[in-house]
T-cell receptor, first 113, second 110 residues
Framework: DTAVSQTPKYLVTQMGNDKSIKCEQNLGHDTMYWYKQDSKKFLKIMFSYNNKELIINETVPNRFSPKSPDKAHLNLHINSLELGDSAVYFC????????????FGPGTRLTVL | GESVGLHLPTLSVQEGDNSIINCAYSNSASDYFIWYKQESGKGPQFIIDIRSNMDKRQGQRVTVLLNKTVKHLSLQIAATQPGDSAVYFCAERSASKIIFGSGTRLSIRP
């Protein structure tokens, strides 16, 4: 009965590979996000989807492509992985107005070798 | 284990004492503020929020104070316990976007 789940939890891969991270929420929320957390714990938003539509796309290389097959899922595909992509990636979902409380998944630690 | 954020400010508190974690936010037009707690190996977890039309809000063992004049937010944790050890983030809503602060690590001394 996990609210926001991500798979895999750990991902170790070589530079140049393509990988995907999956996220699912069972909270019935309309809005989902991807965040990147670096080694200094800084959390930076990458993308936001509302009802399967992209609403926020921060300055992220176009090697990163989010896909939302339905409002409960937001997957992140990364092409041509680089060393600098190593980080923890968090998926989150949000209930609607008036609150902006986001519920985070457990994170996916990506290590690019 | 997890890498340590060496540039994270750290607050070390004796178990049982009160903790105060401070945050300076950036946008005077921000209308909503949230505190999150992130334990090692987990995602951030909501603690408490406050709207800009309030200056104080209390929860269970936690209090958030908002000073809009100086754009300052604080989180007070009463009777700090070992389970409070975590990184704490403040976040502000600005132009419909949530922006996270850089985080403070709270460490508890026995």
């Amino acid at each position: 009965d996990t609210a926001v789940s991500q798979t895999p939890k750990y991902l170790v891969t070589q530079m140049g590979n393509d990988k995907s991270i999956k996220c699912e929420q069972n909270l019935g929320h309309d809005t989902m996000y991807w965040y990147k957390q670096d080694s200094k714990k800084f959390l930076k938003i990458m993308f936001s989807y509302n009802n399967k539509e992209l609403i926020i796309n921060e300055t992220v290389p176009n090697r990163f492509s989010p896909k939302s097959p339905d409002k409960a899922h937001l997957n992140l595909h990364i092409n041509s992985l680089e060393l600098g992509d190593s980080a923890v990636y968090f998926c989150a979902s949000k209930a609607g107005v008036p609150t902006d409380t986001q519920y985070f998944g457990p994170g996916t630690r990506l290590t690019v070798l | 284990g997890e890498s340590v954020g060496l540039h994270l400010p750290t607050l070390s508190v004796q178990e049982g004492d009160n903790s105060i974690i401070n945050c300076a936010y950036s946008n005077s037009a921000s209308d909503y503020f949230i505190w999150y707690k992130q334990e090692s190996g987990k995602g951030p977890q909501f603690i408490i929020d406050i709207r800009s039309n309030m200056d104080k809000r209390q929860g269970q063992r936690v209090t958030v104070l908002l000073n809009k004049t100086v754009k300052h937010l604080s989180l007070q944790i009463a009777a700090t316990q070992p389970g409070d050890s975590a990184v704490y983030f403040c976040a502000e809503r600005s132009a419909s976007k949530i922006i996270f602060g850089s985080g403070t690590r709270l460490s508890i001394r026995p």
